[in-house]
């Protein structure tokens, strides 16, 4: 079973991703920051991060740059979950080493296709 981290600061996104990333057969871990993503990912890689961008304490992106730089940090497919929906924002992120990007409010469909874009699924 494929493991996925999801990291945003609102218990409702986490909840909801939980939900449909369990329905595509994901074990689950969740963190409402960059910073506790970060210890959650030095514990154990994940196959794969669901990020979102605006976060307290470490933000998305500055999460992402110091994965990209950790030890097996390149491994998980991380996917942007986020309402910053400029190109500035996406550039940014595909520069820091984000997979794919996706734009909230998602639905199940949305992850679902996003997943087997990028070979998770």
């Not at 990912?41 to 669901?50: S, V, Y």
Request: glycine share 6%; charged share 30%; hydrophobic share 45%.
């Amino acid at each position: 079973m494929k493991s996925c981290l999801v990291v945003d600061d609102s218990k409702v996104v986490r909840m909801v991703a939980r939900k449909i990333l369990e329905g595509l057969n994901f074990e689950i871990e969740e963190a409402e920051d960059g910073r506790k993503a970060m210890d959650v990912c030095l514990r154990r890689m994940p196959d794969a991060i669901l990020l979102d961008w605006n976060m307290p304490v470490m933000s998305g992106i500055d999460f992402l740059r110091e994965l990209r730089k950790a030890e097996g940090g390149q491994t998980p497919i991380v996917v942007f979950c986020t309402t910053e929906n400029d190109i500035a924002h996406i550039q940014e992120a595909i520069g820091a080493g984000a997979n794919e990007y996706i734009m909230k409010p998602f639905d199940s469909e949305i992850i679902e296709s996003k997943f087997t874009q990028v070979g998770l699924i």
